[in-house]
């Protein structure tokens, strides 16, 4: 208990001398939680070449998080402040006081510090930001989701699948909650090896047919696809038309990837007359 008072007295010290610069992500006017929470890596696992999953153990009761948010990540000794989205779903944390992180090699001293000195039972800090988020109510209305990833932007639109697919559960096993509509989810990498999560985002396709679609698309493919994702994967740019076909009144588009491409299908879907509010993204550099 001495050394998590030691690491929240340092990790707030860090907070406050540090609030003016800027992560991973040019977080903007955002607001913060108030929950400054230590947390204890509990799982390291490789989810492709250059990138590591983290699983954290969450030691304060109060911190929780919407589907899409991202986290200020505090390191002891590391005098820059991370910013990484949250790939889990809220539930898991409800549950288990679990989050998931993926974060990408970079040469920025966080990410130096995931890949190359972090391991189990490391404590670190961690505090919910960002306005990048679906949270639905349940009296609000049934809403479509279309969901458009770059590569490590799929983090946050995992943490929103996994939530959609909670609420639906909730909705078909005790008939109460949010009434979810279609989500489609198309998702843009270089090659099969860096696509994130395969198996989770296929799992999920397979649970809820129905529900749950997935467009998979590799633009520097140089080796043989594997059967099992040959039916989902696409050779080539992710395009405008693809999204246009899904475009309706009830759904909500969330995109999140490299900026070039975040700025190229939110200015489409806006030429396309999608509503500003029905349109929510964020960039990743």
Known sequence: ?????????????????????????????????????????????????????????????????????WVDFFIPGVSVVGG??????????????????????????????????????????????GEFFFDPKPTDASRNLVLIAGGVGINPLLSILWHTADLHREWV????????????????????????????????????????ACSLHVTKQTTQISADLKPYVMEGRLTEKEIKDHISKETLFYICGPPPMTDFFSKELERSHVPREHICFEKWW
Not at 1 to 30: A, D, P, V
Not at 36 to 61: F, I, M, N, Q, T
Not at 192 to 211: A, G, Q, R, W, Y
């Open 1 to 69: 208990m001495c050394r998590f008072i030691h690491h929240i007295q340092t990790i707030e010290r860090l907070f406050h001398h540090l609030k003016g610069c800027q992560g991973l992500r040019n977080k903007g006017s955002s607001t913060f939680t108030s929950v400054v929470s230590v947390a204890k890596v509990c799982g390291v696992a490789h989810e492709s070449p250059s990138v590591k999953r983290l699983r954290l153990l969450v030691a304060d009761k109060d911190f929780s998080f919407k589907a899409g948010q």
């Open 84 to 129: 990484f989205s949250i790939c889990s779903s809220p539930r898991l944390l409800e549950q288990e006081r679990i989050i998931e992180l993926a974060v990408k090699y970079t040469n920025h001293p966080p990410a130096l510090w995931i890949h190359n000195q972090c391991t189990l039972d490391s404590e670190v800090a961690v505090r919910v930001g």
């Open 173 to 212: 096993n005790k008939g109460r909650g949010y009434e979810i509509g279609t989500i489609r989810l198309f998702y843009s990498a270089k090659n099969t090896s860096e696509l994130l999560f395969k198996k989770i985002i296929l799992d999920l396709v397979n649970e809820f047919p129905e529900k749950i």
